[in-house]
């Protein structure tokens, strides 16, 4: 079985299953595992793919992901390709029914078991210690803050707040209407989050102390008390299995205390 990905989030699940060594291509987003930096990239740079090199390729399955655009999954299957969508889940319990489609369709059931088994554990774990506390940090996740004034950060009902709320914190972005929105300063310093968490530290080099410097941001509680960390957004906006990861991270950070 000849495979290729289309986003990483499938591309990760396909390592964590055991199918990682038929990847004969991925798009330019899929850096994880390091293994996975071998295989030939078929574009996704602008969420262009190259249909002519897919083709040359010859798989017998793509795999795409809700971000792929309708139009380019269209033209692999008119060209005859056989294309799956793992759809983005809803919340982390949607996880599991992806890993297991993408196993089902790879022959890899029983790792896929296993690998859920260990997921599920790792979540409830975390939940049996958030379900002591009696206090939730206020939490602003910073997803781009190139107009420092008007960042964007994740709202309601979106994947992160739900995610914040199963760490044990609460979503400063849950006062805005929709899912990804742009929040303005007047809004932070009036909520005065407890916590920060720089979403954008990895891809677009923001460091804490850059953040402490803006205008008007030392009046935060954050800031006054230095709870500004740097966090892997890759952990959170990839739907595989190191979303796990994520909330264990998230859950360390927003309660140290059950996490010694």
């Known amino acids: 079985?000849?495979?290729?990905?289309?986003?990483?989030?499938?591309?990760?699940?396909?390592f964590a299953i055991g199918a990682g060594s038929r990847?004969?291509?991925?798009?330019?987003?899929?850096?994880?595992?390091d293994e996975a930096q071998q295989i030939q990239i078929i574009g996704g740079d602008l969420g262009e793919i190259d249909a002519e090199t897919i083709l040359a390729l010859e798989p017998d399955l793509v795999f795409a992901s809700s971000l792929?655009?309708?139009e380019q999954i269209q033209t692999l299957e008119d060209l005859g390709l056989t294309v799956f969508t793992v759809t983005n889940p809803e919340d982390i319990s949607g996880l599991y029914p992806n890993i297991k489609t993408v196993a089902e369709l790879t022959g890899q059931t029983e790792s896929a078991i296993l690998l859920i088994d260990q997921?599920?554990?790792?979540?409830?774990?975390?939940?049996?210690?958030?379900?002591q506390i009696s206090y939730r940090p206020l939490v602003y996740y910073e997803l781009d803050g190139t107009d420092p004034n008007a960042p964007w950060t994740p709202g309601p009902g979106s994947f992160i707040d739900k995610l914040i709320s199963l760490?044990?914190?609460?979503?400063?972005?849950?006062?805005?209407?929709?899912?990804?929105?742009?929040?303005s300063i007047e809004t932070i310093i009036a909520q005065?989050?407890?916590?920060?968490?720089?979403g954008n530290a990895h891809w677009g080099g923001v460091t804490p102390e850059e953040v402490a410097a803006r205008t008007g941001w030392d009046t935060l509680s954050a800031i006054k008390v230095g709870k500004i960390y740097p966090f892997d957004?890759?952990?959170?906006?990839?739907?595989?299995?190191?979303l796990v990861e994520g909330l264990e991270t998230m859950a360390k950070l927003l309660h140290p205390e059950l996490f010694p």
């Open 23 to 33: 990847l004969i291509g991925r798009d330019s987003f899929s850096d994880y595992p």
């Open 233 to 242: 957004d890759n952990l959170v906006s990839r739907p595989g299995p190191r």
């Open 192 to 198: 005065d989050p407890e916590i920060i968490l720089l």
């Open 119 to 131: 997921l599920q554990a790792r979540v409830s774990a975390v939940e049996v210690k958030i379900n």
């Open 68 to 70: 792929t655009a309708p």
């Open 167 to 183: 760490a044990g914190g609460e979503n400063l972005g849950k006062v805005l209407s929709d899912e990804w929105a742009q929040i």
């Open 1 to 14: 079985q000849r495979i290729i990905s289309l986003a990483p989030s499938n591309t990760e699940i396909l």
